[in-house]
């Protein structure tokens, strides 16, 4: 999730090019080129954090999900685990099973 903090300085560093760009090939003088490329980078760092906050809480509350979901499958198999214990058991129990009438016939 720190590959995150990346993005508003991306953003801004592209906003910042671009707009320098425009302004020379405007033929803008000096002093008005660096008053507007301070503006447009002001102006895309607060929308590239923004954005950030917007992916920070989009993957989290992804991951999330994800871990919700493998708990929910952990659960699911340890319940189906124990239903097949269980049944095993019973399969044993019954198999097993000598009455004292089948003893007394044997002798």
């Not at 950030?52 to 708990?71: D, S, T």
């Not at 239903?83 to 007394?104: F, H, K």
């Amino acid at each position: 999730m720190e590959k995150n903090h990346n993005i508003s300085a991306l953003i801004t560093l592209l906003a910042g090019a671009i707009a320098a760009l425009c302004c020379l090939i405007n033929r803008v003088p000096i002093l008005n080129t660096l008053q507007s490329v301070l503006i447009v980078l002001i102006i895309f760092l607060v929308i590239g954090r923004i954005i950030e906050h917007i992916i920070f809480k989009i993957n989290k509350n992804a991951y999330m999900a994800a871990v919700q979901a493998e708990e929910e499958a952990r659960q699911v198999a340890a319940a189906a685990e124990q239903e097949e214990a269980m049944a095993a058991m019973e399969n044993m129990g019954d198999g097993e099973e000598v009455t004292d009438d089948e003893n007394e016939e044997e002798t």
